[in-house]
């Protein structure tokens, strides 16, 4: 069986744990937070989360391991088979991650956790996100999906970045990222409406409290 290691707050987990979900696939849940000792180490050579556990050992990097699930599972497929669609499906899923989720990251301590973030570093990410946004725009069809008709992994990465983009987007500049794109709003609503979202976002609620308390304590 399938072992998916990390914690239900991670966005990234969460986008392995949907796919999985959505394609039906039965799997293991394996607790494993990030860190820099040889524990960690032993299932993820850079200390992050997620990974994959397979009967070969173990896959790593968000990117890597939904491109895994893709070729050797069973299940609505999640990548057009069509090369050209295809690779603008992946496009769209980096476009995502280093000009919205990324610069959005740099702020995640002080938007969720309280804990002040340089000005320089709030600045640098407003307009990276503002860019960034301003790409995915022009990129996304939004059709009813990001990428067109079906449901892909691109939907994943703009669910589970996207939001919490808008969020810092709020919390810290006071802007609305999706004003000038309520087909991108109408999608968030619809994506978190699926009935698998909805048990993942349970997942993550549930999981919440112990990570706030882990955190105080690494203050």
Aim: aromatic content about 10%; overall charge negative; hydrophobic content about 45%.
């Amino acid at each position: 069986m399938l072992k998916l290691y990390g914690f239900s707050v991670s966005n990234y987990y969460n986008m392995v744990k949907l796919a999985l979900l959505e394609k039906g696939l039965s799997f293991e849940e394996v607790p494993f937070f990030s860190g820099q000792t040889p524990h960690v180490f032993a299932v993820s050579p850079r200390g992050k989360v997620p990974a994959l556990g397979v009967k070969q050992g173990f896959i790593n990097e968000t990117s890597v391991i939904l491109e895994y699930i893709e070729q050797t599972q069973e299940g609505p497929s999640l990548l057009p088979a069509e090369p050209f669609q295809r690779a603008q499906v992946l496009a769209l899923c980096r476009e995502i991650e280093l000009y919205i989720e990324l610069p959005a990251r740099a702020c995640y301590a002080e938007a969720f956790m309280g804990m002040p973030v340089p000005e320089a570093i709030k600045e640098k990410s407003r307009s990276e996100l503002l860019l960034g946004v301003g790409a995915l725009g022009r990129h996304g069809k939004f059709a009813p999906y990001v990428a067109g008709e079906s449901f892909t992994i691109a939907d994943l990465y703009f669910m589970y970045s996207v939001n919490l983009a808008c969020a810092v987007g709020e919390k810290l500049f006071g802007l609305d990222l999706l004003a000038e794109m309520p087909a991108a709003k109408a999608l968030l609503d619809m994506l978190h409406a699926m009935p698998n979202a909805q048990k993942v976002a349970e997942d993550r609620e549930a999981a919440m409290p112990a990570f706030r308390a882990m955190i105080a304590a690494k203050k």
